[in-house]
C-alpha cells in the first residue's frame, strides 16, 4: 500500500529547504507526498490531514519553536478525530525529543537525519497500517 | 625511464567547471586572458572597488544579533560594540519580519524568539537608547515589513535630533529573495516590488547615505542554488528593483550607488573567490549597460561571511575552523563588511561566546594576517583569473536562460522549483558520500549530546513584549493613529504615481505610535497576500 504524507510547516518559520528535502526524498521513495508550503496554523494542518487523507503527518520546525507547535498540531488532529502518526524534523536539540515523545510525536529527525532512515520509517508506518 | 601518469581523480566545482592540475598562461590566455582585469578602483572593478581597499580602511564587522525584547537587545548590542564591531545587524523576531504584532494569535510562542520584536517606535527607540546613530552603521534584516522599519528609524532619528542626510546603514528590504527562500513574504509580489521602490526613491531622496536594499544572493544559495546561479538570480533581482525605480522616472546614477548585496561563502576556497571577482566586475558591466555613467553605482558593494549552509551538527567546534576560513575567503574577495555564521548556528541561536569567537577571528585575520595589507593578493594568479573568466561567462548564460523574467519566474516559482531540486539532488550526493563533509560522511565519530551551550527563549519577556504593546496602545493619540492609517490606506489603494512613495504616509503612522501589525493589516487590505506556489 502506497503511504501517503503530509509534510508541513507550522508558524512563521520559512526556512523550508528542509521540508522540501524530505518532500522529494519521500516522493522519490515512493510515498505520496502533500507539501502545505509555510505558515500553516494547527486547525490548516489536520483540515489539510483530513481532506488529503494521509497516514502520517510530518512537520518541520527551524525556529526553536517545536514543543508548541508539535502541541498545538497534536491536539488539532485529536480534535479532527485523526489518530495519524506525527513526526517532527528540523533544528531539534537531542534534550527536546523525549519531551516532545511524552506529547505524543512517534519520531524526531533531527537535522542531518538520513534520508533512507526516514523514507525506511514511512514507509513502515505504511505497512503496519 | 618514468612510469605512465595514473589517471588523476575528477575535479569539478559546484559551478561544473572542471579544474585541471596545473594552470599556466596558456591555460589563462584560452579562457579569455587577463585584459579584462583592469585596476583596483577602477572599472570593471574585479580586483576591488577602490584602490587601496583594505589599506585605506579594513572591512566592517558586522555580527547578527537581537533576540527577546528591545531591553535585552540594546544589552546585547553594548556588549558588541564594547568587544569591536564597528556595525550593528539588527534580528527581528519572525511576528516582526512578516508583520503581525506580539498579541496576534499567530504570533504565540514565536515571540522575540529569533529576534527582536518590534511593535512600535517605542521598542526601537528603546533598542537603540544611548546608542549613538552617527557613530555606526545599522543593519536590519528585514524585508516584508521593512518600508515600516524604514520609517521607525527615520522617526527615531529625526525625534533625536539627526540630520536624516548622515544617516548611514542598510535596510535587507529584498523581497524577491524572500519568495524564493527565507519566505517572510507578505503581500503578492507586485505591490512588494513597489514597496521596495518606495524604500529605493525615498531612501534617494531624503536618506542619501543609507543604502536601501541589500540584494541577497546569500538565501538563495543556502535553499540549494550554485555559486553562479546565486550570482545570476542577485543581479537579476537587483536588475528587477533597478527597472522598477528607473521606470518611476528616476535615473540609474539617482540611486544605484546606494544598493548594495549580501552573497555566501561555503565550499571551495577558490570557486567562491573567483565567484566575487566576476561578479564585480558583471555588475560593473550591466550598470553601465543600463546607462549608468556614475562609478559608483556600478560598484558591487556586499557583505559576504559564512554560509550557515556549511556548518555542520557533527562535530559543532569544527564549524570554528570553517568560519575561519570563510573569513579568509572573504576578506581575499574584498569585500566590504564581514558577518560570520557562529560555530553554534547549526543549533540555535548564537550565543555571546559564539558570536565573540567569530569577532576575533575577523580581528585575528586583520591583525595577524596580514589581510589588510595589499589589494586583491590572488589578483594575476593563472588559476584564479581563468576561474573568474569562467564564473563571469557562467553567469551570464545563467542569466540568460531567465531572459528578463526573474520576477514571472518568481511568482510562478519556477526559481523555488529548481532550487529545491538541486538542494535534494546535494542532499543525496552528501549521504552517498559523492560530496565529502568531514564529520558528516568521513572522518564521523560516535557523538553524544553535541558540548555546545543553547540559546535559551524567555518566555516571560513575550509576556512582558505583549503588555508593552497594551501600555503603549493605551497611552498614545487614538485619533492620530486612525488618521495616520486612514492617509496610508488611501495611498496604498490609490494607483503608483512616479516618485510619490507611501513613506510619507508610513512616517507619520509610526510617529504616532501606529504598530506594525496595524500597518500591515491596512496595507494588506490594499494589495492582499501572496499566494505561494508550493508544486515540487
Keep these: 500500500m502506497t503511504v501517503r504524507v503530509l509534510v508541513a510547516k507550522p508558524g512563521l518559520d520559512g526556512h523550508d529547504r528542509g521540508a522540501k528535502v524530505v518532500a522529494q526524498a519521500l516522493s522519490a521513495a515512493g510515498c505520496e507526498v502533500v507539501y502545505t508550503g509555510l505558515r500553516q496554523t494547527a486547525a490548516q494542518i489536520a483540515r489539510a490531514a483530513r481532506d488529503e487523507a494521509v497516514d502520517v503527518v510530518g512537520l518541520s520546525i527551524l525556529s526553536g519553536s517545536h514543543l508548541e507547535h508539535c502541541r498545538r498540531v497534536i491536539e488539532a488532529l485529536r480534535a479532527a478525530g485523526l489518530e495519524v502518526p506525527v513526526?517532527?524534523?528540523?533544528?531539534?536539540?537531542?534534550?527536546?525529543?523525549?519531551?516532545?515523545?511524552e506529547a505524543g510525536v512517534a519520531r524526531v529527525f533531527p537535522t542531518g537525519s538520513s534520508l533512507a532512515a526516514i523514507a525506511d520509517y514511512v514507509r513502515g508506518l505504511g505497512r503496519a497500517a | 625511464m618514468s612510469k605512465p601518469d595514473k589517471p588523476l581523480r575528477p575535479a569539478v566545482l559546484e559551478s561544473g567547471i572542471e579544474v585541471k592540475p596545473v594552470y599556466g598562461p596558456a591555460d589563462l590566455a584560452e579562457s579569455g586572458g587577463a585584459q579584462g582585469v583592469g585596476a583596483p578602483g577602477e572599472f570593471p572593478f574585479t580586483r576591488g572597488i577602490h584602490r587601496h581597499m583594505y589599506r585605506a580602511r579594513p572591512f566592517t564587522m558586522r555580527q547578527y544579533s537581537g533576540f527577546g525584547t528591545a531591553t535585552e537587545t540594546r544589552e546585547r548590542f553594548r556588549y558588541l560594540i564594547a568587544n569591536g564591531n564597528t556595525g550593528l545587524n539588527v534580528a527581528f523576531d519572525l511576528p516582526t519580519q512578516i508583520g503581525l504584532d506580539s498579541d496576534d494569535p499567530l504570533a504565540e510562542g514565536e515571540v522575540g524568539r529569533v529576534g527582536m520584536a518590534v511593535d512600535t517606535l517605542a521598542d526601537l527607540e528603546e533598542a537603540f537608547d544611548g546608542i549613538d546613530l552617527d557613530a555606526i552603521t545599522v543593519s536590519m534584516t528585514i524585508n516584508g515589513s521593512a518600508a515600516i522599519l524604514l520609517a521607525m528609524y527615520a522617526a527615531m532619528a529625526r525625534k533625536r535630533g539627526y540630520d536624516l542626510r548622515s544617516l548611514r546603514g542598510t535596510l535587507q528590504n529584498d523581497i524577491l529573495k524572500e519568495f524564493v527562500a527565507r519566505g517572510t513574504w507578505i503581500f503578492p509580489v507586485e505591490p512588494s516590488v513597489r514597496l521596495v521602490g518606495d524604500t529605493v526613491i525615498y531612501c534617494a531622496q531624503e536618506l542619501p547615505r543609507y543604502s536601501p536594499v541589500s540584494v541577497?544572493?546569500?538565501?538563495?544559495?543556502?535553499?540549494?542554488?550554485?555559486?553562479?546561479?546565486?550570482?545570476?538570480?542577485?543581479?537579476?533581482?537587483?536588475?528587477?528593483?533597478?527597472?522598477?525605480?528607473?521606470?518611476?522616472?528616476?535615473?540609474?546614477?539617482?540611486?544605484?550607488?546606494?544598493?548594495?548585496?549580501?552573497?555566501?561563502?561555503?565550499?571551495?576556497?577558490?570557486?567562491?573567490?573567483?565567484k566575487f571577482r566576476a561578479g564585480r566586475r558583471l555588475w560593473a558591466k550591466l550598470v553601465e549597460g543600463r546607462g549608468s555613467t556614475k562609478p559608483e553605482s556600478q560598484h558591487l558593494r556586499m557583505i559576504a561571511g559564512g554560509g550557515g549552509g556549511g556548518l555542520t551538527r557533527e562535530q559543532p567546534e569544527n564549524n570554528i575552523v570553517r568560519g575561519a576560513y570563510y573569513a579568509l575567503i572573504s576578506a581575499l574577495s574584498g569585500t566590504q563588511t564581514m558577518a560570520l555564521c557562529s560555530y553554534d548556528e547549526a543549533y540555535t541561536i548564537p550565543t555571546e561566546k559564539a558570536a565573540k569567537i567569530s569577532l576575533r577571528t575577523m580581528q585575528i585575520l586583520i591583525e595577524e594576517?596580514?589581510?589588510?595589507?595589499?589589494?586583491?593578493?590572488?589578483?594575476?594568479?593563472?588559476?584564479?583569473?581563468?576561474?573568474?573568466?569562467?564564473?563571469?561567462?557562467?553567469?551570464?548564460?545563467?542569466?540568460?536562460?531567465?531572459?528578463?523574467g526573474i520576477v514571472g519566474a518568481i511568482a510562478e516559482g519556477r526559481i523555488q522549483a529548481t532550487v529545491a531540486r538541486q538542494a535534494f539532488e546535494h542532499e543525496r550526493a552528501l549521504q552517498e558520500g559523492r560530496i565529502r563533509k568531514v564529520g558528516v560522511n568521513c572522518f564521523t565519530e560516535a557523538e553524544e549530546e553535541p558540548d555546545v551551550q543553547f540559546h535559551v527563549h524567555d518566555g516571560a519577556a513575550a509576556r512582558r513584549q505583549v503588555e508593552r504593546l497594551a501600555a503603549v496602545r493605551a497611552r498614545r493619540d487614538g485619533a492620530a493613529v486612525e488618521r495616520a492609517l486612514g492617509r496610508v490606506a488611501a495611498e496604498a489603494e490609490r494607483p503608483v504615481r512616479g516618485r510619490e512613495t507611501l513613506m510619507p504616509a508610513i512616517i507619520e503612522a509610526v510617529s504616532a505610535y501606529a504598530s506594525v501589525g496595524e500597518i500591515t493589516a491596512v496595507l494588506r487590505r490594499a494589495w492582499g497576500t501572496f499566494k505561494e506556489p508550493v508544486a515540487l
Design chain 1, 87 to 101: 513526526l517532527a524534523g528540523g533544528c531539534i536539540p537531542a534534550r527536546d525529543v523525549a519531551t516532545l515523545e
Design chain 2, 369 to 404: 594576517m596580514g589581510l589588510c595589507d595589499t589589494v586583491d593578493p590572488l589578483g594575476g594568479s593563472w588559476y584564479v583569473e581563468s576561474l573568474t573568466n569562467d564564473l563571469e561567462r557562467r553567469i551570464v548564460a545563467e542569466m540568460a536562460k531567465l531572459g528578463d
Design chain 2, 216 to 274: 541577497c544572493g546569500y538565501h538563495i544559495r543556502e535553499a540549494g542554488a550554485n555559486p553562479v546561479q546565486e550570482m545570476a538570480y542577485a543581479f537579476a533581482i537587483a536588475g528587477a528593483y533597478i527597472d522598477h525605480v528607473v521606470g518611476r522616472g528616476l535615473d540609474i546614477d539617482e540611486f544605484a550607488a546606494r544598493l548594495s548585496f549580501n552573497f555566501d561563502i561555503h565550499g571551495n576556497l577558490f570557486e567562491q573567490v573567483a
